[in-house]
C-alpha cells in the first residue's frame, strides 16, 4: 500500500478575517528520503495552534519570522517521534517538538536549524511537551519575571488569561505572591481563573466595561500588566496604571485577524508621567535559561500550583477549523490537534 503524506498548505493570502479558504489540503505519495549527516525523519503526530500564525500567513516583512510561501505548508510548533535518524542526539523512536510544517513526515536538521529542535523527556506525552512544558508556558514564565518583574504584593493584570500563555503568566505572578487580574472573554473562562487558577478576580472584556472594573479591582493601580491582545484592553489597563508600571507586551492578538497593524498607547505622556515601561519581548532571548525554567514549573507542577488547560481535538483534517477558533476564542485552553 502506498504511504501518503498528508499536508496543509497555504492557499492564498487572508484578507482580513482568514476563513478555511486560505488553505488547501493535498496528500501526495511519500517514500522515506535519504537523510544527510545530522538530519532525523519525524513523523508528526501532535499539533500546536498558535496565533502568531496568523502572521506568518502575511506577505513577507510582516513578521520577524519569514512567511509561509504561497503553495508551501503551514509552519507551526508541533511534536512528533523520530522513525529514522542520523543525528546520535535523537535516536529512533525518541519524541521531538520544534517548529514544523503542517504535514505527516518531516525532516530537521536539529544542529543547524534557527529555532530550537526540543528531545522531549522519556516518559513525557508529547501533550504535555506541547502543553505545560511547551514554548507558551517559557514564554509566560520569562515575559511576566524577567520583563514585567513583578514584586510579591503587587498587583499584576493578564490578558489573554485563560489561555495558554496568559493562564501560565498569572499563575507565575500568583505563585510569587502577587494579587492577580485575569482578563478574559466570557463567564465561563472569567469563573474558571478564579476557582481553577486561583486568581484574586477576573474580568469579563465581552460583557463589561474593562476600565470601570480596573477602577474598582486596583484603587491603588495596576504595577505589572503583561498583555496578550492589546488594542482596547491595553488602552483600558493604560487608563489604571500605577507610577512605575511594567507592561510586558507578549502578543497583540486583537489585531492579528486584520489587515491593520496593532495600536500603540492613545497618550504617550501617560508614560512621562507615570514612568511607565512598555517592553516587547520574544521568548527565544531567553531559551539558555529555558532548562532552570523548567524545572520550576515542573516543581510547582507537582505541588499542584500550576493548572493548565489543553483542548484537544483529533483529526488531521480539523487543523485549520481549530487554528481559526483562536481568533473567536473558541479555543478552551492550549489548542492541541492530534493527526
Ligand atoms: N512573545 C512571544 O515569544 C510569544 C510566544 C507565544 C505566544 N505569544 C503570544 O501570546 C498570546 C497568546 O497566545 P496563545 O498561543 O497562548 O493563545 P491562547 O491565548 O491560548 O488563545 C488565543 C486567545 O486569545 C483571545 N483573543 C483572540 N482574539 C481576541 C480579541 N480580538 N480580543 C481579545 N482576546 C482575543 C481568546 O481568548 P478569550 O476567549 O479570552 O477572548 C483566545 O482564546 C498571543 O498574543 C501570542 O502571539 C507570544
Same mark, same amino acid.
Given at each position: 500500500?502506498?504511504?501518503?503524506?498528508?499536508?496543509?498548505?497555504?492557499?492564498?493570502?487572508?484578507?482580513?478575517?482568514?476563513?478555511?479558504?486560505?488553505?488547501?489540503?493535498?496528500?501526495?505519495?511519500?517514500?522515506?528520503?535519504?537523510?544527510?549527516?545530522?538530519?532525523?525523519?519525524?513523523?508528526?503526530?501532535?499539533?500546536?495552534?498558535?496565533?502568531?500564525?496568523?502572521?506568518?500567513?502575511?506577505?513577507?516583512?510582516?513578521? $520577524?519570522?519569514?512567511?509561509?510561501?504561497? @503553495? =508551501? &505548508?503551514?509552519? #507551526?510548533?508541533?511534536?512528533? !517521534?523520530?522513525? *529514522?535518524?542520523?543525528?546520535?542526539?535523537?535516536?529512533?523512536?525518541?519524541?521531538?517538538?520544534?517548529?514544523?510544517?503542517?504535514?505527516?513526515?518531516?525532516?530537521?536538521?536539529?544542529?543547524?536549524?534557527?529555532?530550537?529542535?526540543?528531545?522531549?523527556?522519556?516518559?513525557?506525552?508529547?501533550?504535555?511537551?506541547?502543553?505545560?512544558?511547551?514554548?507558551?508556558?517559557?514564554?509566560? $514564565?520569562?515575559?511576566?519575571?524577567?520583563? @514585567? =518583574? &513583578?514584586?510579591? #504584593?503587587?498587583?499584576?493584570? !493578564?490578558?489573554? *488569561?485563560?489561555?495558554?500563555?496568559?493562564?501560565?503568566?498569572?499563575?507565575?505572578?500568583?505563585?510569587?505572591?502577587?494579587?492577580?487580574?485575569?482578563?478574559?472573554?466570557?463567564?465561563?473562562?472569567?469563573?474558571?481563573?478564579?476557582?481553577?487558577?486561583?486568581?484574586?478576580?477576573?474580568?469579563?472584556?465581552?460583557?463589561?466595561?474593562?476600565?470601570?472594573?480596573?477602577?474598582?479591582?486596583?484603587?491603588?493601580?495596576?504595577?505589572?500588566?503583561?498583555?496578550?491582545? #492589546?488594542?482596547?484592553?491595553?488602552?483600558?489597563?493604560?487608563?489604571?496604571?500605577?507610577?512605575?508600571?511594567?507592561?510586558?507586551?507578549?502578543?497583540?492578538?486583537?489585531?492579528?485577524?486584520?489587515?491593520?497593524?496593532?495600536?500603540?498607547?492613545?497618550?504617550?505622556?501617560?508614560?512621562?508621567?507615570?514612568?511607565?515601561?512598555?517592553?516587547?519581548?520574544?521568548?527565544?532571548?531567553?531559551?539558555?535559561?529555558?532548562?532552570?525554567?523548567?524545572?520550576?514549573?515542573?516543581?510547582?507542577?507537582?505541588?499542584?500550583?500550576?493548572?493548565?488547560?489543553?483542548?484537544?481535538?483529533?483529526?488531521?483534517?480539523?487543523?485549520?477549523?481549530?487554528?481559526?477558533?483562536?481568533?473567536?476564542?473558541?479555543?478552551?485552553?492550549?489548542?492541541?490537534?492530534?493527526?
Amino acid at each position: 500500500m502506498t504511504t501518503l503524506n498528508r499536508r496543509w498548505l497555504l492557499a492564498r493570502r487572508p484578507r482580513g478575517r482568514a476563513t478555511v479558504d486560505d488553505f488547501r489540503y493535498d496528500e501526495q505519495p511519500f517514500t522515506p528520503p535519504d537523510l544527510a549527516d545530522g538530519q532525523v525523519l519525524v513523523r508528526t503526530r501532535v499539533f500546536s495552534c498558535a496565533p502568531t500564525m496568523r502572521n506568518w500567513m502575511n506577505e513577507p516583512g510582516r513578521s $520577524y519570522r519569514a512567511s509561509i510561501g504561497l @503553495g =508551501e &505548508p503551514i509552519i #507551526g510548533v508541533a511534536a512528533g !517521534v523520530v522513525i *529514522a535518524s542520523r543525528n546520535p542526539r535523537f535516536p529512533v523512536g525518541c519524541g521531538v517538538s520544534a517548529v514544523m510544517r503542517w504535514e505527516d513526515y518531516t525532516v530537521l536538521s536539529p544542529d543547524t536549524t534557527a529555532t530550537p529542535v526540543l528531545r522531549v523527556p522519556d516518559g513525557m506525552a508529547l501533550e504535555d511537551a506541547l502543553g505545560v512544558f511547551g514554548l507558551n508556558s517559557l514564554t509566560a $514564565y520569562f515575559g511576566m519575571l524577567r520583563v @514585567g =518583574e &513583578p514584586k510579591p #504584593g503587587e498587583t499584576v493584570v !493578564v490578558s489573554g *488569561a485563560a489561555g495558554s500563555t496568559g493562564s501560565v503568566a498569572a499563575q507565575v505572578a500568583r505563585n510569587i505572591g502577587c494579587r492577580v487580574i485575569g482578563i478574559a472573554g466570557g463567564a465561563t473562562k472569567c469563573a474558571r481563573l478564579v476557582e481553577d487558577l486561583g486568581l484574586d478576580a477576573a474580568i469579563d472584556y465581552k460583557s463589561e466595561d474593562v476600565s470601570a472594573r480596573l477602577k474598582e479591582l486596583c484603587p491603588d493601580g495596576v504595577n505589572v500588566f503583561y498583555d496578550n491582545v #492589546g488594542g482596547d484592553i491595553l488602552h483600558a489597563v493604560m487608563d489604571n496604571v500605577a507610577v512605575h508600571a511594567r507592561i510586558a507586551v507578549c502578543g497583540q492578538v486583537a489585531a492579528y485577524d486584520s489587515d491593520q497593524p496593532a495600536p500603540g498607547p492613545r497618550d504617550m505622556m501617560k508614560l512621562v508621567y507615570w514612568r511607565v515601561r512598555i517592553q516587547g519581548f520574544v521568548m527565544g532571548d531567553y531559551a539558555h535559561d529555558a532548562p532552570a525554567a523548567l524545572e520550576q514549573l515542573r516543581t510547582w507542577r507537582d505541588e499542584g500550583r500550576l493548572a493548565y488547560r489543553i483542548d484537544l481535538r483529533e483529526g488531521f483534517d480539523q487543523l485549520p477549523g481549530a487554528f481559526l477558533d483562536l481568533f473567536t476564542g473558541g479555543n478552551d485552553g492550549a489548542l492541541l490537534v492530534r493527526g
